[in-house]
């Protein structure tokens, strides 16, 4: 058993023994049987944990082989697995300055030009208009877009060996914004690959003053690639929100970031329909990206749908100028009724209770220089 809990499941970054993958284990004349119980049959990296299984017993003297049993875990036994992964993931992700209770929410989609980010803008505003500090990170290192679309520019100043985000007041409240956009200039970005963009996606976690505020919105290159793997280990408490357009196509592609929230234990909080179809001077409605993907998707995730925003000329045109179009939406708006209903999910993203808030406050006054 020392041995078995050297082995990692890679997808769920724990050990299979923490995980509760092992069924019985004995020895009989140098051979061991194992019993491995995985969460799916078809699981892709089956031969992997086999092999590591294999070789970690190997080593213990006196057992020249090993035969292995493996199974499926029952439903009941991988939810239990599933909340086990959680748990350890965020017990070890690393300390960012992010508040305990502000919770993450990133905007994700198998596609890209879904309008990912034209959502988090006016989501971000819509969030802070009603007087919470938003904390928006680029997170599309080759795409971004954020500082264009809030007209948020200017250098990122470094306080005490972190980056400050650029901080705007909007409504009652303010967006402050990490994106490559402010440290560099597109070419360069453009040549990052790999293990650099994943380090520039944790310096812009774990060496950037996120503190004070409410709620961050992560906005997401599409696919689910290097950048959002990295988010999620870093952030494992966050929720994620997919985005798809009414067409069959997209639904099915964005249903592979829902996939992915699940292997990687983060919350599906819902659905966001973009570029549904909207009501015409005419009379009629017309819906050039086909009707109901939105709503499909969200039943077939078992998740909420949380919007359906219509194709709109201001949605586009906002982007363009730098002025996203909730600006001028009053409550009963699109982005407004999707922040408040979004607000009210994200609270489960938070732990609850005095001990999260106790812990900020001691934070925050320990970070203070003393008055003494
Ligand atoms: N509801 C809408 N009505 C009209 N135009 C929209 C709407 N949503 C987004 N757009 C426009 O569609 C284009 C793509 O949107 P956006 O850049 O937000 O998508 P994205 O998913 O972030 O794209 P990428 O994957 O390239 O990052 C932009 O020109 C944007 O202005
Ligand atoms: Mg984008």
């Given at each position: 058993m020392e041995r078995l809990a050297s082995v990692r499941d890679p997808e769920l970054g724990a050990t299979i023994t923490e995980l509760g993958m092992v069924g019985d284990v004995r020895v009989e004349g140098g051979v061991a049987h194992v019993e491995i119980a995985l969460t799916i049959a078809s699981c892709p990296l089956r031969s992997h944990i086999e092999r590591d299984v294999r070789e970690a017993v190997l080593?213990?003297?006196?057992?020249d082989d090993v035969i292995l049993s493996i199974g499926v875990l029952d439903p009941a036994a991988k939810a239990a697995l599933m909340r086990t992964a959680r748990a350890l993931a965020q017990a070890r992700a690393p300390q960012t300055s992010i508040p305990r209770r502000a919770p993450v929410v990133m905007i994700a989609s198998g596609k890209g030009g879904v309008g990912k980010s034209s959502i988090t803008a006016n989501l971000a505003i819509a969030l802070a208009s009603t007087g919470r500090r938003v904390g928006v990170l680029d997170a599309d290192i080759w795409g971004f877009s954020l500082a264009r679309l809030l007209d948020i520019t200017g250098e990122v100043e470094v306080r005490g060996a972190k980056m400050v985000p650029l901080e705007r007041p909007y409504g009652r409240g303010s967006v402050s914004l990490l994106s490559m956009g402010h440290l560099a200039d597109e070419k360069q970005a453009l040549l990052w690959r790999g293990l650099v963009v994943q380090k520039a996606v944790a310096q812009f976690i774990?060496?950037?003053?996120?503190?004070?505020?409410?709620v961050m919105v992560i906005d997401t290159p599409p696919g689910t690639g290097d950048i959002v793997m990295t988010l999620a280990r870093l952030l494992p408490h966050m929720g994620v929100v997919v985005v798809t357009t009414p067409s069959r196509a997209a639904q099915h592609v964005a249903a592979r970031a829902a996939d992915f929230a699940n292997k990687s234990h983060i919350r599906l909080l819902g659905v966001i329909e973009n570029m549904s179809g909207f009501a015409c001077e005419c009379g009629k409605v017309h819906a050039p990206l086909g009707v109901g993907g939105g709503r499909e998707l969200a039943h077939e995730l078992g998740a909420e749908l949380l919007a359906q925003i219509p194709l709109r000329d201001d949605v586009a045109d906002g982007g363009d100028e730098g002025v996203p179009v909730a600006l001028h939406e009053g409550d009963d708006g699109y982005f407004h009724v999707l922040a408040q209903r979004l607000w009210t999910l994200a609270q489960d993203l938070v732990p609850a209770g005095c001990t999260a808030r106790l812990l900020d406050a001691i934070e925050y006054a320990v970070d203070q220089p003393s008055s003494s």
């Open positions: 080593v213990v003297e006196g057992i774990e060496d950037a003053d996120w503190s004070g505020i409410d």
